[in-house]
């Protein structure tokens, strides 16, 4: 894999982890700081994305899990062709709201889809794109679907609405994915202070870019 002009952060977790609050949270200080920020999110991102993101989440269209698969992957790949890659390659810092590590927790640890097979796709879709910072937010599936009050569907998402079972499987899959890329920092979710959550990730953002 090529290394990134750019540099590329990544923030995962399972539902109801509070993701996209810190991604709005790094934005807003990595911006104080003068940085050329790209945000982005999965699956989404480009128009294609969005109407991918429409198919794949929504509760009332029933799909198995290698439609999920071939629907992520096509979504990511017009992501990084898009936005990712030509932003990394300008040497802008890009967030992003989800990425690959989410299809090997759902349709691989939770889905039951072979594992090598996502990662062929994943390499695929990212035209090796990798990564330079990820952070997983650890909540237990229990407190994580209590957390879920709507959705941009009005109610809870195809995956939102699976089973507890299905989240314990994804959230032991974020676990042992973390436990496998020197990249990834697993943190724990903090009930009510989103801020001490946000200053234990400012310092894994601070050692990757030097801040001091």
Not at 119 to 126: D, G, H, L, V
């Amino acid at each position: 894999m090529e290394k990134n002009k750019g540099k590329f952060i990544v923030v995962e977790g399972g539902d109801g982890c509070g993701k996209s609050t810190q991604v709005d949270m790094l934005e807003r200080y990595l911006k104080e700081k003068n940085y050329d920020i790209v945000r982005t999110h999965e699956p989404g991102g480009t128009k294609v994305g969005e109407g991918i993101r429409n198919l794949v989440l929504s509760p009332d269209i029933p799909k198995n899990v290698r439609t999920e698969l071939f629907l992520f992957e096509a979504a990511r790949s017009q992501l990084v062709a898009d936005v990712i890659k030509p932003a990394l390659d300008k040497g802008k810092i890009v967030l992003t709201d989800r990425w690959y590590y989410a299809t090997e927790a759902y349709q691989g640890y939770g889905g039951g889809l072979d594992l090598d097979l996502i990662k062929i796709f994943n390499y695929t879709a990212t035209q090796g794109v990798a990564a330079d910072l990820s952070i997983i937010i650890d909540i237990s599936p229990k407190k994580g679907l209590k957390k879920i009050v709507t959705t941009e569907f009005g109610k809870k998402d195809h995956f939102e609405s699976k089973n507890l079972d299905f989240h314990k499987k994804v959230n032991d899959g974020y676990r042992a994915i973390a436990a496998k890329y020197p990249n990834i920092n697993i943190i724990d979710y903090i009930d009510g202070n989103p801020r001490l959550m946000h200053k234990e990730i400012m310092g894994y953002v601070n050692n990757l870019l030097g801040i001091k």
